[in-house]
């Protein structure tokens, strides 16, 4: 496995030195690569939708270049991911790659980004550690630890003593559960239990028993986006709100994909993270108004916002290099780039070209029939933690 993966990227190398000359003068194409079909695949909707909502608001021309979007489904199989990255940057010629539903997906394309010095566009994992495989990697969601620490801020100054946390068990869930958890203890608080439930199709019951059993004031949760609302259905199910057990999480788990479908026991839920569709700006007044035209009426959640600020880092990068896609001088380009978002202002730190932006803590209300997230308070300018304490 390991060794396939070095004669893989050897491979690579070899055959870029005849492919490069020959598409250089060509088109800027972007593969975006994302699980389009299998359990994550309302990510790869809502990604390429925002990629798409862009490209129609500013046109598809940019310092001179045809911007030329190959969507590629890696089925949310990373072994797929690293075959198609591999394939779109040999064979098709792809200057950028982009897209990455998950963090394994993101992890096995880091390998064919250093080696092909392509760069290579996070919109979508959110575990800080990706940024750190490869100096040609940059990114426009978020990390968990950034959106999961003020959740532990609120909790502290909201009158919760006592929480047991519910995650995935993969890269984004522990970072969740760790800086959570940190910043909650830091200002008194007491987790006094940590659940890890399963990646895969999991049944939350004897998970949610745990918790039950545990008597915390609240849980907290992360899950991946599409996941929460099986998750709600069983705390909802199980009785946990009677037994006075509020639900606190990162906005992932009240994903405005699948918000509305959650009805009534999702009402009260208090949320951290970087977009919510209902966000007050004028900016994201007209993102809704085009992606709902381009995009058949509908929501657009947190993922579509990282394919729409995807493209927009590409476009700002480009007009910066003019029309230079070569990875050392695209990276250069990236860093420190600032543009207002529909989520709020936002830049890339150049230090770790993950992205600096607000996050907000948001609690779940009805309005006017339809469930939103809606902001209550807003933490400005957040680095990504990880990377800060680690310095
Ligand atoms: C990840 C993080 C995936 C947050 C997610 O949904 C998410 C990841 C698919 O890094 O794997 O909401």
Redesign the pocket.
């Known amino acids: 496995m390991i060794k396939g993966i070095a004669l893989g990227v050897a491979g690579l190398a070899a055959a870029l030195t005849t492919a490069l000359p020959v598409t250089a003068q060509e088109a800027v194409k972007i593969g975006l690569i994302l699980p389009m079909t299998g359990p994550?695949a309302s990510?790869g909707r809502q990604v390429s939708a925002g990629a798409k909502a862009y490209m129609a608001a500013k046109g598809d021309t940019v310092a001179g270049k045809k911007i030329e979007l190959v969507i590629r489904d890696d089925g949310g199989v990373a072994d797929q991911t690293r075959r198609i990255a591999q394939e779109l940057v040999v064979n098709d010629g792809a200057k950028v790659l982009a897209g990455f539903?998950?963090?394994p997906l993101a992890m096995a394309v880091a390998p064919v980004a250093t080696q092909a010095k392509i760069p290579t566009v996070v919109m979508?994992?959110?575990?800080a550690a990706i940024t750190k495989a490869s100096p040609f990697i940059t990114r426009t969601s978020g990390t968990l630890p950034q959106y999961s620490m003020p959740v532990g801020t609120w909790a502290s100054q909201n009158g919760i003593k006592k929480v047991v946390t519910l995650v995935s068990d993969y890269?984004?869930g522990i970072d969740a559960e760790k800086w959570f958890s940190k910043e909650f203890k830091a200002k008194g608080g007491e987790v006094v239990e940590a659940v890890r439930v399963p990646l895969q199709n999991p049944d939350f019951a004897p998970f949610l028993q745990r918790v039950r059993d545990a008597k915390p004031d609240a849980v907290f949760v992360f899950l991946?986006?599409?996941v929460g609302a099986l998750f709600m259905k069983q705390f909802s199910d199980r009785g946990l709100p009677e037994a006075g057990i509020k639900l606190i999480a990162t906005g992932?788990v009240t994903d405005d994909d699948i918000l509305n479908s959650m009805g009534k026991p999702a009402i009260g839920t208090i949320t951290g993270h970087f977009y919510a569709t209902a966000h007050e700006s004028p900016e994201n007044k007209a993102y809704v108004e085009v992606f709902k035209k381009v995009n058949n009426d509908m929501r657009p959640n947190f993922m579509s916002v990282g394919g729409y600020d995807g493209m927009a880092l590409i476009y700002n990068a480009l007009e910066k290099t003019k029309g230079d896609a070569t990875g050392p001088a695209f990276m250069e380009a990236v860093k420190g780039l600032s543009w207002t978002s529909p989520r709020g202002p936002v830049s890339i730190d150049p230090d770790t070209r993950d992205i600096i932006q607000n996050i907000y803590i948001r609690e779940v209300k009805d309005v006017g029939g339809e469930l939103q997230n809606v902001e209550i308070q807003t933490f400005a300018n957040l680095k990504d933690p990880e990377k800060a304490e680690a310095k």
């Open positions: 994550f990510t539903g998950l963090t979508a994992a959110g575990t890269g984004p991946p986006s599409g992932d």
